[in-house]
């Protein structure tokens, strides 16, 4: 009995150091899963402490790069104020000493000629295109489209520097003779670009080149840009809404919004009026793919301000995925020469590889409409009101040459465009009643 108790004993001392030990090792586990869990809330809380502490940086870097704009915004507007008043300056500097001169001596002439500005700034860009073709070649690049380029765009900038002092040397004789200084008409015409300004487009054929899209457009949407032009002595500018299609490489203009304003120096009313053509067009399950402007008296070649805004408008037809979609570029010179039809010619801008910048002349098919439908008529109507109380509108009455008013003039312009099944009696109807001309 004493053995057997012995072994009792035993055995409930070894089942009492078994819980002993079980209830040990709970306890190291639990403070060892409290330990963890401390542990992972200290890195969640340094992981939070970081987030903030990088979200503050890119708050101040953020801030940081929005005062820079606005500085550069400031610099920017400032220096074009500066530029403003030095050209005013200039102006009434010239205006005293033309308004003192009676006559014009052949030194004074040609001192008088080189220190013309549009002058200057074309001597400067042979100048700079000299360097170019210089640097191209000393690189011993094998880029013959480029070397091309700046071969061409040197050589017609030397023909228009001889042109425009040419031209300009036979105005200022005829200003001096009739005692009108040229300065005067440069002060009034000064939102006409400059012949020499003005650059050629190069066509892809010159360089060897396959035009990279086709073009269409309807002959109501050449209808109208052309009509808009006409209508004003002043620039007029407006946006093509269409499609384009990059599985066939086709871009189709289907219709014309012409930016008719009430005040064109309004930019207020100018932004609003883009921000509802924009709109219009999407809302005609369209895109924006181009922009029109005219030169009223001069060249449809761009100038260098047309260039940078074709492509800024370039940029802004970039996709989603990084792709540029074409964008156009159309200029058209109602009452540049002697014939009663417009000139007009579309380009875009392409880059060189070291990143020049160079307009070039794209071909395009016209897609004849069957009528010119009431609502354009009404729109073309509606126009005709508005430049009417202008001060630049067009007088359609007034003379233009060879015995034509500006009204005969135009529609003999339109004819172009008319669609196919309207003759040239009833277009010219047409046109009458749009401006309510009665002869």
């Not at 071969?151 to 009108?180: P, S, V």
């Not at 800024?312 to 010179?333: E, F, T």
């Not at 109380?389 to 015995?403: A, E, I, L, P, T």
């Not at 312009?413 to 040239?424: A, G, R, W, Y």
Request: aromatic content about 4%.
């Amino acid at each position: 009995m004493a053995v057997e108790a012995a072994l009792a004993n035993r055995l409930a001392e070894a089942e009492l150091l078994k819980q002993h030990s079980e209830a040990a090792a709970l306890l190291q586990k639990q403070s060892k899963s409290a330990m963890e869990h401390k542990q992972r809330e200290e890195a969640l809380l340094a992981a939070q402490q970081e987030a903030i502490i990088q979200a503050q940086l890119q708050q101040e870097a953020l801030l940081k790069i929005q005062q820079e704009i606005l500085a550069a915004h400031k610099e920017k507007e400032d220096k074009e104020k500066r530029e403003k008043a030095k050209q005013k300056e200039q102006r009434a500097s010239s205006k005293e000493k033309a308004s003192a001169q009676q006559h014009i001596d052949p030194a004074v002439l040609q001192k008088s000629l080189l220190e013309h500005s549009m002058i200057q700034n074309a001597l400067l860009n042979q100048a700079a295109l000299e360097k170019a073709i210089q640097e191209h070649n000393a690189s011993g690049s094998n880029d013959k489209m480029t070397q091309m380029i700046l071969e061409q765009a040197l050589f017609q900038q030397a023909n228009m520097i001889q042109l425009a002092i040419a031209q300009l040397a036979e105005e200022q004789a005829k200003a001096a003779r009739t005692k009108e200084p040229e300065v005067m008409k440069q002060a009034r015409q000064e939102a006409v670009p400059a012949e020499s300004s003005l650059i050629d487009c190069v066509k892809f054929s010159v360089v060897g080149q396959k035009q990279p899209y086709t073009v269409f457009i309807g002959s109501n949407s050449l209808l109208l840009m052309d009509y808009h032009c006409h209508l004003s002595t002043d620039e007029v500018y407006g946006y093509l809404g269409g499609k384009w299609d990059p599985n066939k490489l086709t871009l189709q203009v289907q219709s014309v919004f012409p930016c008719s304003l009430n005040n064109p120096a309004d930019q207020t009313e100018c932004t609003v009026l883009q921000n509802k053509i924009r709109e219009l067009i999407t809302q005609q399950d369209m895109t924006v793919i181009g922009w029109y402007h005219s030169h009223p008296t001069s060249s449809p070649r761009p100038s260098q301000h047309d260039i940078v805004c074709q492509s800024v408008h370039q940029q802004h037809m970039r996709s989603l995925d990084g792709r540029i979609d074409p964008c156009l570029g159309v200029i058209v010179s109602p009452f540049r020469g002697s014939t009663p039809t417009s000139e007009m010619q579309l380009f875009c801008v392409m880059h060189t590889n070291d990143g020049r910048p160079v307009p070039m002349h794209l071909e395009y098919t016209c897609v004849w409409d069957s009528t010119i439908s009431p609502a354009l008529a009404t729109e073309m109507r509606a126009m005709s009101l508005l430049y009417s109380q202008q001060k630049s509108g067009v007088k359609f009455d007034q003379h233009w040459r060879n015995n034509m008013n500006i009204f005969r003039k135009m529609t003999e312009s339109l004819k172009q465009k008319t669609p196919k099944d309207i003759s040239e009696e009833q277009f010219v109807d047409v046109m009458r009643q749009i401006v309510a001309k009665e002869e």
